[in-house]
Every structure is written in structure tokens, then in C-alpha cells.
């Protein structure tokens, strides 16, 4: 098989190969949008319908009411799993909207670190993991 190298495609314009790791990293990402968007969704109900589920720490810098919480959970939550679902529908906008969402909900995950240390941390490496993924390069550099 003919390999064309002059980076030229079969009617004379320039082309970029598509990267099919590039490919592969998005539909992580957005897998692991919704799993996110799923847990936070989860995360917020339990907070807003029993305050007593959650442990909370005296004297704790970020003191902000568990219902509040709960309520920036959910929301978060239902906008990172809409991102998600948009990036497996191929909607360009997602991505930036992606990574922002989960850059929102990797904050509100390091504030939330008191009440659920654990969660947070594992939600916290799955946000970073889908900032990166959102982030890679797209396509591979003309040959």
C-alpha cells in the first residue's frame, strides 16, 4: 500500500489524520462525565434530603449548609452529565464546556473534602482525568 507523504489528500488540499487515541480519550471523558454527573446527582440528593447522612467538621473554613451543598451538587452534577451525554453526540461546544464543568466540579469536590474525603478524592482524579482527556491533542501534525 502507497503511503501518500506529501501531506497532501486525494484532491491536492492539506489533511490531518485523525487521531483515534484522541477519539477513544473523548468517549472516556464523556463515560466518565456521566458516571460523574450521576454520582454528584446522588451526592446532592443524599445531602438535601438528610443532613444527618454527612459528618460535618467543626471549624471548617468553606462552612456552607449541607442542603446548599446538596443544591450545588445536584445542579453540577445534571450539567456534567448533559456535557457528557453532548460529547458522546459529537457537539463541539462540549468540549470547552466540559472542561470548565469539570474543572467547577473538581472545586466543589476539594470543598466538599470534609464531609466525604474518600468520594471527593475519587471524583477529584476523575475530573483531572477528564480536564487532560478534553485537553489532548485532537489530531496528529501534518506528515
Same mark, same amino acid.
Given at each position: 500500500? *502507497?503511503?501518500? +507523504?506529501?501531506g497532501r489528500?486525494?484532491h491536492g488540499? $492539506?489533511w490531518e /489524520?485523525r487521531?483515534?487515541?484522541a477519539?477513544?480519550?473523548t468517549? *472516556? *471523558?464523556?463515560f466518565?462525565m456521566?458516571?460523574?454527573? !450521576?454520582?454528584a !446527582?446522588f451526592?446532592?440528593?443524599?445531602?438535601i434530603a438528610?443532613d444527618?447522612?454527612f459528618v460535618?467538621? #467543626?471549624?471548617?473554613?468553606y /462552612?456552607? $449548609?449541607l442542603?446548599?451543598?446538596?443544591?450545588?451538587?445536584l445542579i %453540577?452534577g445534571?450539567?456534567?452529565?448533559a456535557?457528557?451525554? *453532548?460529547l458522546f453526540?459529537? /457537539?463541539a461546544?462540549?468540549?470547552a464546556?466540559?472542561?470548565v %464543568?469539570?474543572?467547577?466540579s473538581? !472545586?466543589?469536590h476539594?470543598v466538599?473534602? #470534609?464531609y466525604q #474525603?474518600v468520594?471527593?478524592? +475519587?471524583?477529584i482524579?476523575?475530573?483531572?482525568?477528564?480536564?487532560?482527556? %478534553?485537553c489532548?491533542?485532537?489530531?496528529?501534525s #501534518?506528515?
Amino acid at each position: 500500500m *502507497a503511503s501518500n +507523504v506529501s501531506g497532501r489528500g486525494h484532491h491536492g488540499t $492539506s489533511w490531518e /489524520a485523525r487521531s483515534p487515541w484522541a477519539a477513544s480519550w473523548t468517549v *472516556a *471523558a464523556a463515560f466518565l462525565m456521566v458516571f460523574g454527573g !450521576i454520582m454528584a !446527582i446522588f451526592e446532592g440528593i443524599a445531602a438535601i434530603a438528610r443532613d444527618d447522612v454527612f459528618v460535618a467538621t #467543626p471549624n471548617f473554613t468553606y /462552612a456552607f $449548609s449541607l442542603t446548599g451543598w446538596g443544591w450545588v451538587h445536584l445542579i %453540577l452534577g445534571v450539567l456534567v452529565a448533559a456535557a457528557g451525554m *453532548a460529547l458522546f453526540r459529537g /457537539a463541539a461546544w462540549a468540549r470547552a464546556v466540559g472542561v470548565v %464543568l469539570a474543572g467547577l466540579s473538581m !472545586i466543589a469536590h476539594f470543598v466538599w473534602l #470534609p464531609y466525604q #474525603p474518600v468520594w471527593s478524592i +475519587v471524583l477529584i482524579v476523575i475530573d483531572g482525568f477528564v480536564i487532560w482527556a %478534553l485537553c489532548a491533542p485532537r489530531r496528529e501534525s #501534518p506528515a
